[in-house]
């Protein structure tokens, strides 16, 4: 039986890659930024006041200075040039450029006796704050050609905030890696189609598909294929026009009507076990050239080979900075999980603060426990006894 971490390594070298596009600025919240951002310039590009008050040479400070104010600078083009001689000050607001000649701001609370009249105005300074304070000088924050945002990073709002910054509209982005995902099965009926006796709704896909999309991938939701050889094998032909990555669910166990297998095992793909419960049924390989992961039907199983089989190497060929799910150390809170030799378990939990409590069953068809779950629980093959420290993958988070 092949362990996980070979099963991994075996995807791995498939190599997904996911290819740049640009796209406008506000469209590309949640996706993945597909190469380092330098600024062309330094931040601030100029010295600038960062309070409302009087720009000053630090060196006609004293105790109650009195200074001769020449004019005003405001926030915006300039207008007309001003500097600041010895023995003026030049009243100023947040956000304008510091005139030449000032070297600090005295915020308008620190003064007094300023009447709005430049032939005649005086200011009287009754402060002596050190030299350049409340400026914000040019370069301070970033310096030229510095690295703003790496790749890799997940655009979020703030992150849209700093390139509007640099005058950017566009940016590069690394979602353009198309996954189709197939489910198979004679049984799946589309959610919202009604059923047949013996038919069942298909929810693997939609569960895959909107994880993916999260992620940033571009995702395509196929059409149910039934669990005939041949609509098996065009499938992943007409798939591979347009995918970077094909997975697939169901059909890769053992039984007469499990064809995923016996259609991609052409030589380029591989169906095996892996030590883990659920997930042990599950394939990899390329057809027609395309990178394929075949995952288990059982809705349990295909969710838990997602985690594992799909999801960090989605994440990885997309340059996401973070590929697998954060875990946390808690408590088992549920009777005893028996070991199973040679095996890796995973169950359905839900953690509450340090503690997590098994979700249902362990059946890999329970869909109340899906329902009931915020993260897995990965049981080495000694099992785990209540009250046993337990690593969970928090599957609603990352
Ligand atoms: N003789 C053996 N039988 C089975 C073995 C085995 O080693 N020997 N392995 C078992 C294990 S482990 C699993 S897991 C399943 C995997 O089966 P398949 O991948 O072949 O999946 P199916 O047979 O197509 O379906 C299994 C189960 O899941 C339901 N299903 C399938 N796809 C979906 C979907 N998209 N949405 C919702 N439900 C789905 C399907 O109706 C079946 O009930 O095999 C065991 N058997
Ligand atoms: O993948 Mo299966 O869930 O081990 O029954």
Not at 163 to 185: F, K, N
Not at 236 to 263: F, K, M, N, Q, Y
Not at 284 to 305: C, E
């Amino acid at each position: 039986m092949r362990s996980i971490a070979e099963h991994r390594r075996r995807i791995e070298a498939l190599g997904i890659t996911a290819r740049s596009r640009s796209v406008d600025l506000t469209a590309a919240i949640g996706a993945v930024l597909g190469e380092a951002v330098r600024t062309s310039g330094p931040l601030p590009a100029f010295d600038v006041a960062a309070v409302d008050g009087f720009a000053v040479r630090q060196g006609d400070l004293g105790v109650d200075a009195e200074l001769s104010v020449p004019g005003t600078c405001v926030a915006g083009p300039i207008a007309t040039a001003i500097s600041v001689s010895p023995g003026q000050a030049v009243q100023i607001m947040t956000g304008a450029p510091v005139p030449p000649g000032a070297d600090t701001v005295v915020p308008v609370e620190d003064t007094s006796g300023f009447v709005d009249n430049f032939a005649t105005a005086r200011v009287r300074i009754r402060t002596s704050p050190k030299r350049g304070a409340n400026i914000r000088a040019r370069a301070s924050d970033i310096g030229a050609h510095e690295i703003l945002l790496h790749a890799g990073t997940t655009l979020s709002h703030n992150h849209i905030g700093a390139l509007s910054a640099l005058g950017l509209t566009r940016v590069q982005i690394r979602s353009c890696l198309r996954v189709a995902v197939v489910p198979t099965g004679n049984e799946l009926v589309r959610p919202g189609e009604p059923l047949l006796p013996g038919q069942i709704h298909e929810s693997n896909a939609p569960m895959i598909v909107a994880d993916l999309a999260r992620c940033g991938a571009e995702v395509r939701r196929e059409d149910v294929v039934g669990d005939d050889v041949e609509s098996l094998r065009a499938t992943p032909g007409r798939c591979a026009d347009w995918a970077d990555l094909i997975v697939t669910t169901g059909g890769v166990s053992a039984g007469t009507e499990d064809v995923v297998r016996s259609a991609l095992d052409d030589g380029h793909a591989e169906f095996v076990s892996v030590a883990m419960k659920p997930g042990k049924p599950q394939g990899a390989g390329r057809f027609d050239g395309v990178p394929i992961i075949s995952l288990p039907g059982n809705p349990v199983a295909a969710f838990v080979s997602y985690e594992l089989f799909v999801r960090p190497f989605v994440r990885g060929a997309l340059g996401c900075d973070t590929v697998d799910r954060p875990t946390s150390e808690v408590v088992l809170d549920s009777p005893t999980i028996a070991g199973r030799p040679g095996m890796m378990q995973f169950r359905l939990g839900r953690r509450l603060g340090s503690r997590v409590v098994v979700s249902g069953s362990a059946s890999s068809g329970s869909i109340s426990s899906m329902a009931s779950s915020d993260c897995l629980i990965a049981v080495g093959e000694g099992g785990a006894t209540r009250g046993s420290a337990a690593t969970v993958w928090m599957t609603g988070v990352g």
